[in-house]
């Protein structure tokens, strides 16, 4: 058998990025914005997001605290870098994306996981959360909506973890809402709007996964002035700005937000009820419905030793290299996110693909 | 008096991007290549960049050998840091790029400057070279074109530094090349020729330059393989790869590259001659014509004190800052560039800007 492989592990929809982006940075190169932009960010960008965060959630921002990154990895590294101190702990519920223990490291600090529990759709568990809370930790590192999971946390959770940092004048908050765009209940919050924590409370997001532009490379940071002095800093010392005519289409994106989101969302919703009906027929694979984004992370613990002992399986990543030899999918073990015995499967795909995938699915596990 | 300020301290040209670039850009976004591209680089630019080695130096380069980056500032940052150790030293003939020496500090090392003499239009004084190179010297930094000199080292010069690198067979070499395609005289040979140092030689270059792509943020780095895969693994790690549909302008630019260069050649061909005309006429302002580029680097020394006691200005910067209030112009003092008591002044401007530039300048002077 020599299968196509049919790729559900990667971070990425199938749709196309939205055509007034396109158009809009079309625009700016016919008017020869191809040159040098400032390193910060361009200012229709960071306006349009600081009027972003006012109209959705209510809070001002001044566009000054708004750095334009080259994604949402890099402003990542450059919060980190600015915050951390070595030694320094960050504490984050798990599972987690893969890419921040290493970010964490590079930096010269130590992720410490906190698990949830999928039993309980991974409630934010604040209790756990503040017994690894040590004079070492620097910060709290949520992922709200959550990747793997798609768990988005409700506004209670988000009090409790306000109220956590109300406990811990020196605890920092860094929450990443890059999928925030496509929660299945319409837009989130964002961790912003908590005012009080302001100078503490940083955010890191993108126009990757919201809006189909991961190959565009723009992501932003808003931090606290000292921290966003520091990032700005390193980002002009190490790289220099991004590309002020990619950043006129993400203005156009960002302005367009609304009815953008809408459509994403009105198509992946009806991916997320077939993948789960089909999902619900296999008892061997459980998961949990994502709140938002297209991921569903299958815990295929059931497949394994020492569940099921006749599983030719030990470890969840001999399951998805079966997976993949013998039907042709690949899926992510979600070992380094935290989660073992599990993978993170995207169903941002054609309906044709994913109706080939999920039969695939079937004939494997049963 | 209130003059609009003409911009000569910039490190940018007045030319647009070549068309061919942006047309082959557009081709790639019609194409959908909007979604994430390879950490190393589109296989396609890496290979056009392999070929122009391979037509232009004749050099076999594997193409897994090319890191594409975020601008060539990002090479630099990928390239020291996957070399350097703290307390490592480079060593750099002065005046060099004003980035190098906090480039060089962040990844843990120190720069060394060895000026070059502008009596002597900046020769490369290997003897000078030589003396500084101590059992702490990891690099040596070469820029050819120089930057703010404009000076292209002579074939002789290249291979006196090839021998020194025989003398000191732990000693790595970078040349950054950014302004190898505006040589007055033709496009430059590359350090690379010196087949038999590979394992120690490397190169940065990129499009902000030699295609008027400053915009467009993409560099590359071409380094020995341990020291690339490191390089590779940091941008996997802390940002991830390049904007797959810019990558697709560059193909198409370097693929065209003679004609562009051509182009752009014999327009600042002719700058660079009515600048150096006007220059001549004023004796307190010595200067070198540059070999490559688009800058002047002008001696200010006989208009400060104490060359001229009647002088009110002190620094540089004082001169600098009068020439801005006065009349206008604003260039860049070398001080931070290893040269005190120089400015750099761009050319690459429209001729009607030019004009009245240097009307200022002689006014201010005399």
């Given at each position: 058998?020599?299968?196509?492989?049919?790729?559900?592990?990667?971070?990425?929809?199938?749709?196309?990025?939205?055509?007034?982006?396109?158009?809009?940075?079309?625009?700016?190169?016919?008017?020869?914005?191809?040159?040098?932009?400032p390193?910060?960010?361009?200012?229709?960008?960071?306006?349009?997001?600081?009027?972003?965060?006012?109209?959705?959630?209510?809070?001002?921002?001044?566009?000054?605290?708004?750095?334009?990154?080259?994604?949402?990895?890099?402003?990542?590294?450059?919060?980190?870098?600015?915050?951390?101190?070595?030694?320094?702990?960050?504490?984050?519920?798990?599972?987690?994306?893969?890419?921040?223990?290493?970010?964490v490291?590079?930096?010269?600090?130590?992720?410490?996981?906190?698990?949830?529990n999928?039993?309980?759709?991974?409630?934010?568990?604040?209790?756990?959360?503040?017994?690894?809370?040590?004079?070492?930790?620097?910060?709290?590192?949520l992922?709200?909506?959550?990747?793997?999971?798609?768990?988005?946390?409700?506004?209670?959770?988000?009090q409790?973890?306000?109220?956590?940092?109300?406990?811990?004048?020196?605890?920092?908050?860094?929450?990443?809402?890059?999928?925030?765009g496509?929660?299945?209940k319409?837009?989130?919050?964002?961790?912003?709007?908590?005012?009080?924590?302001?100078?503490?409370v940083?955010?890191?997001?993108?126009?990757?996964k919201?809006?189909?532009?991961?190959?565009?490379?723009?992501?932003?940071?808003?931090?606290?002035?000292?921290?966003?002095?520091?990032?700005?800093?390193?980002?002009?010392?190490?790289?220099?700005?991004?590309?002020?005519?990619?950043q006129?289409?993400?203005?156009?994106?960002?302005?367009?937000?609304?009815?953008?989101?809408?459509?994403?969302?009105?198509?992946?919703?009806?991916?997320?009820?077939?993948?789960?009906?089909?999902?619900?027929?296999?008892?061997?694979?459980?998961?949990?419905?994502?709140?938002?984004?297209?991921?569903?992370?299958?815990?295929?613990?059931?497949?394994?030793r020492?569940?099921?002992?006749?599983?030719?399986?030990?470890?969840?990543?001999?399951?998805?290299?079966?997976?993949?030899?013998?039907?042709?999918?690949?899926?992510?073990?979600?070992t380094?996110?935290?989660?073992?015995?599990?993978?993170?499967?995207?169903?941002?795909?054609?309906?044709?693909?994913?109706?080939?995938?999920?039969?695939?699915?079937?004939?494997?596990?049963?």
């Open positions: 058998m020599n299968l196509d492989i049919i790729p559900l592990h990667l971070g990425l929809s199938h749709f196309h990025t939205p055509s007034v982006a396109i158009e809009a940075m079309q625009e700016a190169v016919a008017q020869h914005q191809t040159f040098y932009g390193n910060e960010g361009l200012p229709e960008l960071r306006y349009a997001l600081a009027q972003r965060y006012l109209e959705d959630d209510g809070v001002p921002i001044p566009a000054e605290q708004i750095l334009i990154t080259h994604g949402t990895k890099h402003a990542l590294h450059l919060y980190l870098h600015s915050l951390l101190q070595p030694g320094d702990e960050v504490v984050a519920p798990a599972p987690y994306w893969f890419a921040f223990p290493e970010l490291r590079q930096s010269g600090g130590k992720l410490v996981p906190v698990p949830a999928p039993e309980e759709e991974y409630r934010l568990n604040v209790e756990e959360l503040r017994s690894r809370i040590t004079p070492a930790t620097k910060l709290l590192l992922t709200n909506p959550g990747n793997p999971t798609g768990k988005v946390y409700s506004w209670a959770e988000l409790q973890v306000a109220a956590l940092l109300e406990e811990f004048p020196n605890l920092h908050l860094l929450s990443d809402e890059i999928y925030d496509l929660g299945y319409g837009p989130l919050p964002s961790f912003l709007r908590f005012e009080s924590l302001r100078d503490r940083a955010v890191v997001n993108g126009f990757s919201s809006f189909a532009m991961s190959g565009w490379r723009i992501g932003y940071l808003i931090a606290p002035f000292p921290i966003l002095e520091k990032a700005v800093e390193l980002q002009q010392k190490w790289i220099s700005g991004v590309s002020p005519f990619l006129a289409g993400a203005v156009e994106a960002i302005r367009q937000r609304h009815r953008i989101w809408q459509q994403f969302r009105t198509e992946l919703e009806a991916k997320r009820e077939r993948v789960t009906t089909v999902l619900q027929k296999m008892p061997k694979l459980q998961f949990t419905v994502p709140d938002a984004g297209y991921y569903v992370t299958l815990q295929v613990d059931r497949c394994l020492p569940q099921d002992p006749a599983s030719p399986f030990q470890l969840v990543e001999e399951w998805a290299a079966a997976l993949k030899d013998q039907v042709g999918l690949e899926v992510l073990p979600a380094n996110m935290g989660m073992p015995g599990a993978v993170r499967m995207s169903f941002a795909l054609p309906d044709d693909v994913l109706e080939n995938a999920l039969l695939r699915l079937q004939a494997f596990v049963s």
